[in-house]
């Protein structure tokens, strides 16, 4: 157990709809990730906050946003949704800007039907 | 062409064997260089980092850098059917952005 916590770990909606996905890093790490991981593209950032701060975007599409809470925790807003959008979503936390120190939850699969 | 190429396999080997798991990049400005295990339907967990070049050593696992060729290695000793997994290269230029993942190599290990 990386001590990072995914919820839900499986959520299954229809195309146009909206979700959020929650992450708590593990205890103390300012720093979150967001990853999606589809078959065809591999893990792919998404998006970086640090101490409730965005700090990096990657391939985050205008339809998804994100934020972090001043307990830390991090939600992933994902809306209008469409099938490709099918994929695993992983949430990973570090005690700081240093991504060599960075664990990894269990991640959230997203089926879009 | 991807930034980090690697082949996803599968790679299937005997009880035993020594596995090598290789990664190339085109981004020279890489210098930290991670390893990460992933079993079915779990989060990647990391194996090893090295910074730069030269070879790193854990166990069983040894990871090799040549920046030099832009290729990267893990070597797997002994290997053990729970080993059984895909495994992800993955690097970065400062240490302190996201990581830029390779699509990972599926390994299994025949008992």
């Known amino acids: 157990d990386s001590g990072v916590t995914q919820t839900p770990k499986h959520l299954i909606t229809a195309t146009g709809q909206r979700v959020t996905l929650r992450c708590s890093p593990r205890s103390g790490d300012l720093s979150v990730y967001w990853y999606q991981q589809s078959l065809d593209q591999g893990l792919q950032f998404l998006i970086q906050y640090y101490n409730g701060e965005e700090r990096a975007k990657g391939n985050i599409l205008e339809r998804f946003s994100a934020q972090q809470f001043p307990d830390l925790h991090s939600e992933l807003n994902l809306s209008s949704l469409e099938l490709g959008d099918s994929a695993l979503y992983f949430c990973?936390?570090?005690?700081?800007?240093?991504?060599?120190?960075?664990?990894f939850g269990q991640g959230t699969r997203l089926t879009v039907v | 062409q991807k930034e980090v190429e690697q082949d996803p396999g599968p790679l299937s080997v005997p009880e035993g064997a020594i596995v090598s798991l290789n990664c190339t990049y085109s981004?020279?400005?890489?210098?930290?260089f991670m390893w990460y295990r992933q079993y079915s339907r779990k989060g990647p967990e990391l194996l090893m980092y090295?910074?730069?070049?030269g070879n790193k050593e854990d166990g069983r696992f040894t990871a090799q850098v040549d920046k030099s060729s832009k290729y990267i290695s893990l070597f797997i000793r002994d290997s053990q059917p729970s080993d059984s997994a895909t495994y992800l290269c993955a690097m970065d230029d400062t240490g302190r952005r996201a990581l830029t993942f390779g699509s990972g190599t599926r390994l299994q290990v025949q008992p």
């Open positions: 990973a936390s570090s005690p700081r800007l240093v991504n060599t120190e960075a664990f």
């Open positions: 981004n020279s400005a890489f210098q930290y």
């Open positions: 090295t910074y730069s070049s």
